[in-house]
């Protein structure tokens, strides 16, 4: 039996009798419901993974050698657990009056707090609820049907709707505290901002959906930004209950019941998504995840602290601009690419052959298009000369076979993601050794591959773009490369990913990914003394 379910058996029956247990505490219960959750994500990604690719989500991890095709979206499976977990929450939420209205058989005349039940309470919860949701769906959609950046703006603006209208009848807060520094010019120490405030929260919601989505394009990273993100909330929300300052009390308990189980299914996820991974999280979990964010600083009242924690996705945002809004060209993916001299161990030379024949194979007996044909004659063609190389050479395999497997590799996961409506049972069999074999690929068949950052032609740029990138050079952040003429020629992709290897140099993907974490974990540690110690000089 595998390691996930075995601690899923013997974990499950544990969390059930301390939830039983402490089922006067609704802290306790939700977070033995979230262990829960994290359990049942544990289990339910890998079961579904087939299923998903029958589907057609499915996708090929462009940051390999081998391009393993891998299912997608599976980000709706952690999202859907995660509403579940929630939703068998709310009676827990309410327990203390379940238990006032057993002591009243009927209600006093005077009709005390302790018997009235708290809707306010529960719309709020609902609203957060229904937001999450919302964007559950519509980023499955987006997974789906590729939605156009136009869409993936409007979208998280209707999904915010019913938290901002529950905000706007429960709290109404529309002022913000003005520095020190600044009252003096304003004459005043608030300024009642009325419906700007609405679009600022409004715009909060579709920032924090699309940043998590914009730092991607490695295994891993999606989620794990999201964890760090959540546990720092969690940090502090437990920091301020430990105070025993009951003001506020309840807005810190509702960030806690949405963010538990969020990170026991995130880390759950993150254990089959990370280097090398097993499934795609898809655009699903992005904007699941940013949702519940935005939703925690909306009703939890603190938007501003919570952009302290956004810092890296701001930075990231404002360094992709100039490709975002079409002022340097912008290519579809902008992932940092294999270096060239990345080393191929001899078992990964030879799986990735063996994938390729048994391919070919099946696809000769299935019938697949022309295209596809010729394409799968090209492959034993360049699989021939490496493998005839390397019986010839072994000490030569690195640099004689690197360009061979990855043009074949191109075309190998073009093959697999042009199906046929019904493949026969040769290339269906064919797929699921495949598929088990990019499974139980170790991360030390790829500790020799490392990433160098992808670059764009500038080809096309417009002026102001070309201005942004002398600013960019001068300050360290683009390696420009120029021609002859000292003309710029083209330009690293600006991301956060491409940027730290710029200035770190080349990495494995999992040095990269441990970096940005590291990033926005240093970011959280800022963010904290930001709040905490430096707000008095600005604030009291």
């Known amino acids: 039996m595998l390691l996930h379910k075995k601690v899923t058996l013997a974990s499950s029956p544990l969390l059930l009798a301390l939830s039983w247990q402490f089922r006067d505490e609704p802290l306790a219960v939700c977070t033995c419901i979230s262990g829960l959750a994290g359990l049942a994500t544990w289990c339910i990604v890998p079961a579904t993974v087939s299923t998903f690719k029958r589907a057609g989500l499915l996708g090929a991890d462009l940051a390999k050698p081998n391009r ?13 657990i995660y509403l579940v977990a929630t939703f068998l929450f709310i009676p827990a939420q309410f327990q203390n009056w379940w238990t006032a209205q057993k002591q009243d058989t009927a209600a006093p005349p005077s009709l005390p707090a302790s018997f009235v039940f708290p809707f306010g309470r529960l719309g709020e919860y609902l609203s957060a609820l229904l937001s999450l949701q919302s964007m559950v769906f519509l980023g499955f959609a987006d997974d789906v049907l590729d939605l156009r950046w136009r869409f993936k703006l409007i979208l998280p603006t209707i999904a915010s709707i019913p938290t901002l209208i529950v905000y706007y009848v429960g709290y109404g807060v529309t002022h913000v505290v003005v520095p020190v520094f600044m009252r003096q010019w304003l004459g005043t120490h608030i300024v009642e901002l009325g419906a700007l405030y609405y679009v600022y929260i409004g715009m909060m919601a579709v920032f924090c959906t699309n940043a998590i989505n914009i730092l991607a394009g490695i295994n891993g990273v999606e989620v794990g930004q999201s964890i760090v993100i959540a546990v720092s909330i969690i940090v502090k929300d437990i920091a301020y209950l430990c105070t025993g300052n009951a003001e506020g009390e309840y807005y810190h308990l509702f ?21 090398p991974a097993r499934v795609f999280v898809g655009d699903t ?17 603190f938007s501003k602290t919570l952009m302290l924690f956004f810092v890296p996705q701001i930075f990231n945002f404002i360094y992709s601009a100039p490709q975002i809004f079409g002022l340097v060209p912008c290519p579809r993916h902008r992932l940092p690419k294999i270096a060239a001299g990345s080393p191929l161990s001899r078992t990964m030379v030879a799986r990735i052959q063996g994938e390729i024949d048994a391919t070919n194979a099946g696809a000769g007996s299935s019938g697949l298009s022309d295209t596809s044909s010729d394409e799968s004659a090209e492959q034993p063609a360049s699989g021939s000369r490496a493998a005839s190389a ?13 360009k061979s497997v990855s043009t074949a590799m191109v075309s190998f996961a073009r093959a697999r993601t042009k199906r046929p409506a019904r493949p026969s049972g040769n290339l269906r069999a064919s797929r699921t050794r495949s598929s088990r074999a990019n499974s139980s690929t170790s991360a030390s068949a790829y500790a020799g591959i490392y990433m160098v950052p992808s670059r764009t032609s500038l080809r096309g740029s417009k002026p102001l773009g070309i201005l942004i990138l002398r600013v960019y050079e001068r300050l360290g ?10 003309e710029m020629v083209s330009v690293n992709n600006l991301t956060l990913l491409n940027l730290v290897l710029v200035r770190c140099g080349r990495l494995t993907e999992s040095q990269l990914n441990r970096r940005i974490l590291l990033i926005q974990s240093l970011n959280s540690v800022l963010a904290f003394l930001i709040r905490y110690r430096l707000s008095h000089v600005f604030y009291f």
């Not at 960030?255 to 280097?275: I, K």
């Open 390 to 402: 390397a019986a010839a050479d072994r000490g030569g395999i690195i640099s004689r076979m690197h």
């Open 285 to 301: 979990y992005c904007y699941f995840a940013g949702m519940t964010f935005a939703v925690c600083g909306i009703l939890g009242h």
């Open 255 to 275: 960030t806690l019941y949405l963010l538990l189980p969020f990170v026991s299914v995130s880390a759950a996820l993150y254990y089959w998504n990370v280097h």
């Open 68 to 80: 393993p095709v891998l299912a997608e979206s599976m980000g709706v499976v952690a999202a859907m």
């Open 477 to 486: 952040l683009a390696s420009i490369e120029r021609n002859d003429r000292g």
